[in-house]
T-cell receptor, first 112, second 110 residues
Framework: NAGVTQTPKFRVLKTGQSMTLLCAQDMNHEYMYWYRQDPGMGLRLIHYSVGEGTTAKGEVPDGYNVSRLKKQNFLLGLESAAPSQTSVYFC???????????FGPGTRLTVL | AQRVTQPEKLLSVFKGAPVELKCNYSYSGSPELFWYVQYSRQRLQLLLRHISRESIKGFTADLNKGETSFHLKKPFAQEEDSAMYYCALISSGSARQLTFGSGTQLTVLP
């Protein structure tokens, strides 16, 4: 039981490049979330999904897109990376019956 | 709008001393509050939640609705408690997402 996994662990991009971060969970959770973690700002919600095929915007969605084609996967895309998107990205999931969110190990992204 | 405030960015205590990490919230309704902990370069993990009223790793937190606070306390800090601590509030919307405070970095000195 791997829980929540994220790939890649680290990535360096140049401004304007695109990339996709993958989050996978094996707990059959309905809800999945993408957060970014920045010093002094805690974690802020980017996008979330309440089930397969559905996505919604969070607090800081600009510059990001997401897709939830399969229940176990939640993809976060950056179409044209900017230095302001340098951050650590965390994925989380939770089931229907409990409000506890389970977090992945994070992806450290640097945009030059 | 809901909000979580952790007024201390950094907190240092000596091993064996009591520690209190402050958390205040604003929320209209009955809040559900959590403390998450993140050890160095690791993922966030749930430490405790107010509805379970548990004591985890010697930490406790009591919800004070009058003062809108959910402070985290431990009577005798250990070096392995050094970590980043986040207070978080469940939203009232259908997604039940978490609103996090900005975090407090706790350092327990030997």
């Amino acid at each position: 039981n791997a829980g929540v996994t994220q790939t890649p662990k680290f990535r360096v991009l140049k401004t304007g490049q695109s990339m996709t971060l993958l989050c996978a969970q094996d707990m059959n959770h309905e809800y999945m979330y993408w957060y970014r973690q920045d010093p002094g700002m805690g974690l802020r919600l980017i996008h979330y999904s309440v089930g397969e095929g559905t996505t919604a915007k969070g607090e800081v969605p600009d510059g990001y897109n997401v897709s939830r084609l399969k229940k176990q996967n939640f993809l976060l895309g950056l179409e044209s990376a900017a230095p302001s998107q340098t951050s650590v990205y965390f994925c989380a999931s939770r089931g229907l019956a409990d409000n506890e969110q389970f977090f992945g190990p994070g992806t450290r992204l640097t945009v030059l | 709008a809901q909000r979580v405030t952790q007024p201390e960015k950094l907190l240092s205590v000596f091993k064996g001393a009591p520690v209190e990490l402050k958390c205040n919230y604003s929320y209209s309704g009955s809040p559900e509050l959590f403390w998450y902990v993140q050890y160095s370069r690791q993922r966030l993990q749930l430490l405790l939640r107010h509805i379970s009223r548990e004591s985890i790793k010697g930490f406790t937190a009591d919800l004070n609705k009058g003062e809108t606070s959910f402070h985290l306390k431990k009577p005798f800090a250990q070096e392995e408690d050094s970590a980043m601590y986040y207070c978080a509030l469940i939203s009232s919307g259908s997604a039940r997402q978490l609103t996090f405070g900005s975090g407090t970095q706790l350092t327990v000195l030997p």
